[in-house]
């Protein structure tokens, strides 16, 4: 999958991360606009987006039944964003960054 931006496709995607029993997954290329916070059935998606264009997007997916350990969400632009989540010890931040790649 290239893209969440087809019709299906993110239905697909956590479809797949519900099989891999994945608590919280990094994801490119989403392509939406507008809203920074989606809450779905079984996950929560944070992303970062440009506010008119569907370009670039970088996102968390989190599975709800530790939705209670994410801290905070920072978008900081619309290709980097991070996510703090509490461990039993210590806070844990992990980033996402989109690098643009030129195709030849």
Request: glycine fraction near 4%.
């Given at each position: ?11 697909m995607?956590l ?90």
């Amino acid at each position: 999958m290239l893209s969440l931006y087809h019709s299906g496709a993110l239905k697909m995607l956590l479809s797949q991360l519900d099989s891999y029993k994945k608590d919280i997954t990094a994801v490119q290329e989403i392509r939406w606009t507008g809203e920074v916070i989606i809450d779905k059935k079984d996950h929560i998606i944070f992303y970062s987006c440009d506010r008119k264009h569907h370009m670039f997007v970088t996102g968390f997916i989190v599975n709800k039944r530790i939705k209670h350990l994410v801290t905070d969400f920072e978008a900081k632009t619309p290709t980097i964003c991070k996510i703090r989540v509490r461990g039993l010890f210590f806070l844990t931040t992990a980033s996402s960054e989109y690098m643009h790649q030129q195709k030849k």
